[in-house]
């Protein structure tokens, strides 16, 4: 009955937990101290502490309280002296078992942490094995979890003396209790003062509940750890995010969404390193079905523009406003279903076409799913497939091509009709033929929306409205591709490197 209650309960708190995370914002998860592996991690082993709170102490709390009450009853009604000594051993019975448990599971404890380590250093690798093989470093990587490896070994050694050690001694303190229970046993016999029957029915009462007893004071360490794993979920439960990304009743939403978007003044920094400024004032509109480009070095912050206007973080000071909204006044799921985002590395999740599609509308129908496919041009190769939209494209998208990929993170951009679409550098990480074809795409996507492109190859954004040139974290100059080579200054040298670049 407990188990079963304690595994709703345990179910539950997986349930909370993850819902959780999914609600935190982006800066939470910037932050090392709660980073990914860490909260999964704690997903997974957090709920199983609290899960033995239920499972095993309560049980063997229940257990333990009936057999003392059953055994001291038993024993004072066949002899109250040989109870009383009984009694009196049961304390050190009980601390033996308790140091045996708490040591072997204090160095369990350990093991465990020092393999963590170790199966980190191993899936990262194997998780990077294309990279890892054509760097020819597998004999490194090899070398790197063997000394991961050599600390869990450490560890376990130091169990096996510990454990080994402790339980030795537990196990003598033990005996030692019987020898001078029944050495007093057999001396009451000797005077008569007892039966053997009494002192063997006193001796078994007892000793069970000892046992049981043990059994608890086993169980009592996952107790302290279940409060500790609960405090923590429960922390994380109630965790009141800045931004929530779940949050579908609070905040509002224009009647009608054109895709405007204005960033005024703003000043950003990434909550993990507060002092260090990434944005700097910047100031700049896309107007309704207008193309905007972002330009500028490595590092100067367009990428965290992009991240602004879809409110993965907040501004320290100015605002972003999109549709005449401040974004912190919209309902923050509103505001992302009003955009789409296509960036360099495409996403897709290990399932078929057509779900990593519906993911940009769910419940979109057939039909709209292939029409946002030859829209990213690549519904003739998704035809041509024995299971057509029923392929699954392996985990990441593993299956598939790079600008495959792209295509089908294009197709589920396009599917939501947005009039408001994100490109960052959304061609960049491809050869020069598949970039070709998804440039084809991208340019016939922007029409009739607002598109915010940041690019690298400046001839993909000379047609642009408006170019914004970025120099760490401020706008220095903006206009269009005339304008801009005109005034000769940091866009124009960026397109004479470009084009020597080319020639060379
Ligand atoms: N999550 C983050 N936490 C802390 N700092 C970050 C984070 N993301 C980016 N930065 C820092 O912010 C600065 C701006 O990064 P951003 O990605 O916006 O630049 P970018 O102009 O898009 O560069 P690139 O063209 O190389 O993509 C960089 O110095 C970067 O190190």
Redesign the pocket.
């Known amino acids: 009955m407990f188990g079963i209650a304690s595994e709703k309960l345990t179910r539950r708190l997986r349930y909370l937990s993850f819902k959780a995370m999914l609600r935190q914002e982006?800066g939470y998860f910037?932050d090392e101290r709660h980073g990914t592996g860490a909260l999964t991690a704690q997903l997974a082993t957090e709920a199983e502490d609290v899960n033995k709170v239920g499972s095993l102490v309560i049980p063997s709390f229940i257990t333990a309280l009936a057999a003392i009450a059953a055994g001291v009853a038993i024993g004072f009604a066949s002899d109250w002296r040989l109870t009383l000594i009984v009694i009196g051993c049961l304390p050190f019975m009980v601390l033996s078992e308790y140091a045996q448990a708490k040591a072997s599971e204090g160095t369990a404890h350990g093991v465990s942490k020092a393999h963590q380590e170790s199966g980190k250093a191993a899936a990262e690798t194997i998780a990077s094995i294309k990279t890892v093989a054509s760097l020819t470093r597998e004999h490194t990587f090899i070398a790197i979890f063997n000394e991961a490896n050599s600390s869990p070994h450490a560890e376990a050694m130091r169990s096996v003396y510990v454990t080994g050690i402790s339980y030795g001694l537990s196990q003598a303190a033990n005996l030692l209790i019987y020898a001078l229970v029944f050495y007093a046993g057999s001396r009451f016999i000797i005077k008569d003062m007892v039966s053997t029957e009494d002192l063997f029915r006193v001796m078994f009462a007892l000793m069970f509940s000892a046992y049981s007893l043990g059994m608890l004071a086993q169980n009592a360490s996952n107790y302290s750890n279940g409060v500790v794993s609960a405090t923590k979920i429960y922390n994380l439960i109630e965790r009141q995010p800045v931004i929530d990304g779940t949050n579908d009743t609070d905040g509002q939403a224009p009647e009608k969404f054109f895709g405007n978007v204005e960033l005024r003044d703003v000043e950003f920094a990434?909550p993990?390193?507060p002092n260090?400024k990434?944005l700097k004032g910047v100031s700049f509109d896309a107007k309704a079905g207008q193309t905007v480009a972002l330009v500028?070095?490595?590092?100067?912050?367009?990428?965290?523009?992009i991240?602004l206007i879809q409110r993965l973080y907040d501004v320290l000071a100015g605002s972003t406003v999109v549709e005449n909204i401040d974004v912190r006044d919209w309902n923050i799921r509103q505001l992302r279903d009003s955009m789409s985002i296509v960036s360099q590395e495409p996403i897709l999740f290990g399932m078929s076409i057509e779900e990593n599609i519906l993911y940009g509308k769910p419940g979109a129908t057939h039909q709209e799913i292939e029409q946002a496919a030859k829209d990213a041009n690549i519904y003739d190769f998704i035809r041509n497939l024995p299971d057509g939209f029923a392929t699954a494209v392996g985990q990441k998208g593993g299956q598939l091509s790079g600008g495959q990929k792209q295509r089908i993170a294009i197709a589920r951009a396009m599917i939501r009709n947005p009039k408001l679409l994100l490109l960052?550098?959304a061609t960049s990480a491809l050869d020069s033929k598949s970039e070709r074809v998804v440039q084809e795409v991208l340019d016939k996507a922007k029409q009739g929306r607002t598109t915010i492109t940041?690019a690298?190859r400046l001839s993909t954004i000379q047609d642009s409205d408006v170019i914004i040139v970025?120099q760490r974290?401020a706008i220095c100059e903006q206009g269009t591709h005339d304008e801009l080579l005109q005034r000769n200054g940091v866009y124009a040298e960026l397109v004479r490197q470009q084009s020597l670049e080319v020639t060379h």
């Not at 500028?296 to 523009?305: E, I, N, R, V």
């Open positions: 982006a910037d990434y993990i390193r260090a990434i500028g070095g490595s590092g100067s912050g367009k990428s965290t523009t991240a960052d550098e940041i690298h970025f974290g």
